[in-house]
Every structure is written in structure tokens, then in C-alpha cells.
């Protein structure tokens, strides 16, 4: 469990009315799992919204807040005033600061300037869940002796993870070249036929280098946990 997250709820503390027939919030998960729970943003209200933040403040649980516009931060600062709101990423999480880090280093890798808002999501996810990570922008297959520049904060990374649109190339490139595991992550950039990230995906699962591992679309927040996961040994791949 990362370092300075509380392990449970307040003895005798119990959800807020308001959370009736809202939301069931796994507050044990910490716990369980080691990772609290993730609160998806779209398509909940702002009183939805409100009271969760009001059952997440009362717990005491750190929580993330993902895919939030800065109306939403907005209605969650209400009730969490000192949580932090990422424009780009539209991640919040609270407390703002993420807990001490433990475990092996994340590298996370945006092929574009494009691909930086799932990225971006990634990176603070694996901070938030307890890891120290870095990031790498603009190494893209166009300009191959880009990534090479970068090999040796890749090579000591345990886990990387890659968001890239397009042809989705990158991520087999990277695992051709390191020994830690790699969590692609398509991005819904790119032109007509690259169809809102549908060609990077399959490009991704097709990945000719062993070691990539594939999720969704954008899905820069699951992306951040396994390799959070990943990470929290502390040996360097090589060794």
C-alpha cells in the first residue's frame, strides 16, 4: 500500500444521505487492493458529484476524479477545497499532494505533443498511486534517433508506459529496446483512417515486440495503474 494513504474509513463513520441511490462507494478497496477507488466523471451531475466529494471528504480516502471539466472541479472544490485540478490531464485528486513515493520508477512517453492529455492522465496516476515517474514528450517513430536519445531513463525505468495516435508504432519500437514491461495506450489522434484511435489499438495488439500490454482507448488513467502496479517492486528489470 503506498506510503501515507489511510488504510481504512473512521470507526463509526457512514455515508451521507445524499449518496442514496447515487453511488456505493468501495471504500474498502484501499485496503483490498492497495489502490483506492477512481470516480469517472462523465455523465454524473453536479449534485451527483457533490455528494460524493462530501462522502470521499468524510471517509478520508485519497480518490482521483477523472475526466473532469473545470466546471466540475469547480462543484468538487466545494466540498474537497484543497484538492488539485490538472486542465490538461482533467484529472482531481485529493489531497492535492500524492503520497511518498516506493517501488521502481514509471517513464511515461507521448509520441505527440497530441498524445499529451492521456499521457499526462497516466503520469499523475502513477504519482498519485505511490510511484515516481518521469516523462518523455515528442519521440514519435517519425524521428527514430529521438526515442534513442531518451534510452537510458528508458532502460532504467520498471515499467513504461507509451500513449500514442496515428499508426500506434511506437509502442513495439520501445519494447524492442528495453527489458521493462510496456503499457500502450492509443490515442484517439489521427486522421480519417486512423479512426478515433481504433487503428493505434489494433496496431497495439498486434505489436510485434513481446512485453506490450494494451488498453483502451485514451484510457491514459488505467494506463497510470498497472504500471503503478507493475512498479511497486522495486528491482530494475535487468537485474
Avoid at 453536479?46 to 470521499?56: F, P, R
Amino acid at each position: 500500500m503506498p506510503e501515507g494513504w489511510t488504510p481504512s474509513v473512521p470507526e463509526g463513520w457512514t455515508p451521507p444521505p445524499e449518496l442514496s441511490g447515487i453511488a456505493d462507494l468501495d471504500h474498502d478497496r484501499i485496503e483490498r487492493r492497495g489502490y483506492a477507488e477512481a470516480v469517472y466523471g462523465p455523465g454524473k451531475s453536479d449534485e451527483q458529484l457533490a455528494a460524493i466529494a462530501t462522502a470521499v471528504a468524510g471517509a478520508g480516502i485519497p480518490t482521483l476524479f477523472t475526466r473532469i471539466t473545470p466546471a466540475q472541479a469547480d462543484v468538487l472544490r466545494t466540498e474537497l477545497p484543497d484538492a488539485s485540478y490538472d486542465l490538461e490531464a482533467r484529472l482531481l485528486a485529493w489531497p492535492a499532494e500524492p503520497p511518498a513515493p516506493t517501488g521502481g520508477r514509471v517513464v511515461v512517453v507521448a509520441a505527440g505533443t497530441s498524445d499529451l492529455p492521456v499521457a499526462r492522465e497516466a503520469l499523475l496516476t502513477v504519482r498519485h498511486l505511490g510511484r515516481s515517474a518521469e516523462m518523455i514528450v515528442d519521440v514519435g517513430v517519425a524521428g527514430l534517433h529521438r526515442v534513442l536519445n531518451h534510452l537510458d531513463m528508458l532502460r532504467e525505468a520498471r515499467a513504461v508506459v507509451v500513449a500514442a495516435g496515428m499508426d500506434g508504432a511506437l509502442p513495439s519500437v520501445v519494447a524492442g529496446l528495453i527489458a521493462a514491461p510496456v503499457v500502450a495506450v492509443p490515442t484517439s489522434v489521427g486522421y480519417g483512417a486512423a479512426f478515433d484511435g481504433l487503428a493505434p489499438l489494433l496496431s497495439m495488439l498486434n505489436a510485434c515486440a513481446p512485453g506490450v500490454a494494451v488498453v483502451n482507448i485514451d484510457n491514459g488513467y488505467g494506463a497510470g495503474h498497472i504500471a503503478a502496479q507493475i512498479a511497486a517492486g522495486s528491482a530494475s528489470p535487468g537485474s
